[in-house]
């Protein structure tokens, strides 16, 4: 992993004022709901936009979220950048704030499910919205579904079931000159290992609960983009309305997080390497996948668009979809749960309540297990895995 030299310092010491901090290293907890002002002149100033960067209540901006949302921005190569109470409502803010009732909307399969089912049970029905699903990996079949009234593709990569890669500025490029805007989850890869804003992406997404936080103890989510004025609309419509901003400890501790962020990174890359390796090689695993695995089918493609890789992966046993279940049972350091990205190891089958029609179209068994590698250590963990393996 090779973050640049402006993104180290943006996740130590960028946007910050010391002098202002009263020389303290760490930022304040702004812990207010409401700024005030000398004179009722001076809030009128701030309250009607003429004073664009004053604080007046909590539910807008606070200084402590916009510390966190100006080292993003810097992260991301973006214009600007808004932080929200979790992913979901950065996902489904960023729907509302480019579509309109009527619009259609492409999204990848592999991407994340809580989309699929707001647009099920949100989007199409109380918003009339219309989703197609396509791979995200063929361009003539985003061909073949765009339409007059496509407004927006939604993006993961790489996504996190099987790790599949889009070439992002193909993608990018094509939606660009049909008039469609393109958002992408970068979650899985954080700021230093891609940035799909340099590849021609409009929008940036992330869930600030993996990686950035990285410590399994806060909820939030980002939006970034190149395009600071739609930034300022949202920041000043759909979540300044809907009021889903992040709060001032949340924020707190995803810059807590971004200090560690690049040391992270480096120990999971080097414990997932490791442990895909040995996964490869194990006589009871039928496929790895994994970024930094040369065997990836788009490996040439992770080269030309990644630095680095993390600590999420995924495999298949030679195996009944049960024994996968029972190998997982076996493990002693990975804990049984959905999330990922923070210190400690997690393994589960996401795919397992799947129905046939999901499953054909990911190309994926209900066995498919995803296994998080964290901080404990590479041999530790290489050790649960084949004491987990031996039993089945």
Not at 109 to 128: C, E, T, W
Not at 344 to 358: D, I, K, N, R, V
Request: aromatic share 6%; with cysteine; net charge neutral.
């Amino acid at each position: 992993m090779r973050p640049e030299r402006e993104q180290l310092s943006a996740l130590t010491h960028g946007s910050e004022n010391y002098f202002g901090q009263l020389g303290a290293v760490a930022p304040p907890v702004f812990f207010s709901s409401l700024h005030v002002f000398p004179t009722f002149e001076e809030y009128m100033k701030a309250a009607t936009g003429v004073d664009g960067g004053a604080y007046i209540y909590g539910r807008v901006s606070n200084p402590t979220v916009r510390l966190l949302e100006q080292k993003l921005a810097t992260l991301e190569h973006g214009e600007d950048a808004l932080v929200f109470s979790s992913g979901m409502a950065a996902a489904t803010s960023a729907i509302l704030g480019t579509c309109k009732a009527g619009d259609h909307i492409l999204c990848m399969r592999d991407s994340y499910r809580p989309i699929h089912r707001f647009m099920a049970q949100v989007g199409k029905p109380r918003l009339n919205m219309d989703i197609s699903l396509v791979s995200g990996q063929d361009l003539q079949e985003v061909r073949n579904q765009i339409r007059p009234n496509t407004r927006l593709m939604i993006l993961e990569s790489p996504a996190t079931f099987v790790f599949s890669v889009v070439d992002l500025k193909a993608v990018a490029d094509f939606c660009r000159e049909r008039g469609v805007k393109t958002y992408m989850d970068n979650t899985c890869a954080t700021p230093l290992n891609q940035n799909p804003l340099d590849h021609g992406i409009d929008i940036v997404m992330h869930t600030l609960s993996k990686y950035i936080g990285g410590h399994s103890d806060m909820i939030g989510g980002a939006l970034i983009s190149r395009d600071g004025a739609w930034i300022h609309d949202m920041r000043h419509g759909v979540r300044e309305w809907l009021g889903g901003i992040l709060g001032p400890m949340e924020a707190w501790l995803a810059i807590r997080g971004l200090r560690s962020l690049a040391a992270r990174l480096a120990a999971h890359e080097g414990t997932a390497m490791q442990v895909a390796l040995f996964l490869e090689s194990h006589p009871k695993v039928k496929r790895v996948h994994y970024t930094g695995l040369k065997s990836h089918p788009q490996a040439n493609l992770i080269v030309r668009q990644m630095r680095g890789h993390t600590g999420l992966m995924s495999f298949e046993l030679d195996r009944p979809p049960e024994d996968a279940v029972k190998m997982i049972n076996a493990l002693k350091l990975f804990g049984k749960g959905c999330s990922w990205g923070g210190y400690e190891s997690l393994a589960l089958c996401p795919m397992y309540g799947a129905g046939e029609e999901e499953l054909i179209a990911s190309g994926v068994t209900r066995g498919l297990i995803r296994i998080h590698c964290g901080l404990e250590g590479a041999d530790n963990l290489i050790a649960d895995l084949a004491v987990a393996l031996d039993i089945i």
